[in-house]
């Protein structure tokens, strides 16, 4: 995030507790007895997967309350606090006229924020700089969160709502969250997202690194200091005046879980898409390279990564139409983002958009298969097949059956099997995409509520 003086503002900033808290990293293992497998046919189940799992938590936390004094009420001052406080994160030298230098650590004043990417903020006059303390978040023998000893927790969020209000043994409250973003600038840092078109003068390309449905995928460097992918769309593979019109709607599309698309250049061809550089590589092989070494907190984090950023799809009504573990990418930090969504749509290639080979069969629906209707549902099922790779570490699905033979299996209700790795809890979450009829299917919205309550009991 960057700030701007009066001006705009990109994220650079936290604002709400000092200490980092990252639910996904403080999990413990699970054994699972050999007996739970299951055979590869199964009648289509209902749901009851998604409330049997609200049902549990609220059981066990009211096994084992919390012991510890009432809330006190908010401050009269802070509900009635209207104006956004940001801290920035980093030191920041202006880049273009309109930025503001900044200071790590200082405190900015936002004045607007409707823009996704850039918020209009201000210095804020006689504030005094603040000292960040980083504490660890623990577990008792009991299976109860604690930072302070005495005051023990059945779930994180309990622990900071109540760290929030109550200091509690601690230096002071919790105030301000700095996340675990490193101290390196965003990737982004200090560019507007006002032009979707690139100047190729801005553009050196470094050397190849991949092979994609559209063209050569190279790795480079955008206005000399930020590293890009630069993936080229070759001539006769792609609707070029669609996806002209695409990549402006991809462009205002922003998330966490999204590699982030930085803008096209179509001044001369072949055209290129530049976008967000992941150092680890594609999530396929970066599973398949670590097999044996990822531990089954690790996996379902992945898992959840990708069910974040689908939706956020969803909520955009944005369909991908090629989820897999090949189309999503890992970060230096191995947080999970999405990647080539909405593209498949624009392939020229007959081979793709027919029941050739290279269509996704093995992750697409019956509705896909049979009638090549695609929606947010659509996107369900191949999300299934994703959390099954991942927890096969990389492995292929239905890998001795060929497409025809697995269109058979799929029109019959066969399934997946269940991984080894894969808890009975995750399986259902999988297995629960798999609903012949889109309507039976969950939406990302509550797949992500049902892997996060999972995660709470990891």
């Avoid at 046919?41 to 510890?68: A, C, D, I, M, V």
């Avoid at 008792?140 to 927790?153: C, I, K, N, P, T």
Wanted: charged share 25%; net charge positive; proline share 6%.
């Amino acid at each position: 995030m960057i700030c701007f003086s009066d001006n705009t503002i990109q994220s650079v900033f936290c604002c709400c507790c000092c200490c980092s808290v990252q639910k996904r990293q403080v999990r413990t293992r699970i054994s699972l007895s050999e007996d739970e497998g299951l055979p590869e046919k199964y009648p289509q189940p209902t749901r009851p997967w998604f409330s049997e799992h609200s049902r549990k938590k609220q059981s066990n936390r009211g096994l084992q309350p919390s012991k510890r004094k009432p809330l006190p009420p908010l401050p009269p001052s802070e509900v009635a606090e209207e104006k956004i406080l940001v801290k920035a994160l980093y030191d920041f030298l202006p880049r273009e006229p309109c930025n503001l230098a900044l200071k790590r650590a200082e405190e900015y004043l936002i004045l607007e924020k409707c823009d996704p990417h850039w918020w209009k903020a201000r210095d804020r006059l006689g504030g005094m700089e603040a000292t960040i303390k980083h504490y660890q978040i623990k577990r008792s023998d009991s299976g109860q969160w604690y930072v302070a000893e005495r005051h023990l927790f059945q779930s994180i969020p309990e622990l900071v709502w109540y760290h929030q209000h109550n200091a509690a043994g601690l230096m002071t409250r919790l105030r301000y969250p700095v996340g675990l973003m490193g101290s390196c600038l965003p990737p982004t840092a200090g560019f507007t997202y006002e032009k979707w078109e690139i100047d190729p003068s801005e553009l050196t390309f470094v050397k190849q690194i991949g092979h994609g449905h559209f063209g050569v995928v190279h790795f480079g460097k955008w206005r000399a200091h930020v590293q890009v992918a630069i993936k080229t769309i070759s001539e006769g593979s792609m609707s070029e005046e669609d996806f002209i019109e695409e990549a402006k709607v991809m462009m205002k599309l922003s998330h966490p879980r999204l590699v982030q698309l930085f803008g096209v250049g179509i001044q001369r061809k072949p055209f290129y898409i530049v976008m967000e550089f992941m150092d680890n590589g594609c999530l396929l092989t970066y599973l398949g390279d670590r097999r044996g070494a990822l531990r089954k907190e690790m996996l379902l984090s992945m898992c959840q990564d990708v069910c974040e950023g689908m939706a956020y799809l969803e909520r955009n009504s944005f369909i991908h139409r090629d989820l897999a573990a090949r189309n999503c990418l890992v970060s230096s930090t191995c947080v999970v983002k999405i990647s080539d969504f909405g593209m498949t749509r624009y392939v020229l290639d007959d081979e793709y958009i027919s029941s050739g080979t290279k269509l996704p069969i093995k992750w697409s629906p019956p509705e896909v298969l049979y009638f090549n209707k695609y929606s947010s549902k659509s996107d369900v099922w191949s999300f299934g097949v994703l959390m099954w790779e991942v927890f096969t570490e990389g492995k292929m699905p239905f890998e001795n059956k060929s497409n025809l033979q697995v269109m058979e299996a799929i029109s019959k209700g066969l399934r997946l099997y269940r991984p080894h790795l894969a808890p009975m809890s995750v399986y259902e979450v999988m297995y629960s995409c798999w609903h012949e009829k889109p309507k039976g299917r969950p939406t990302f919205t509550e797949l992500l509520k049902v892997l996060t309550e999972i995660a709470e009991t990891w």
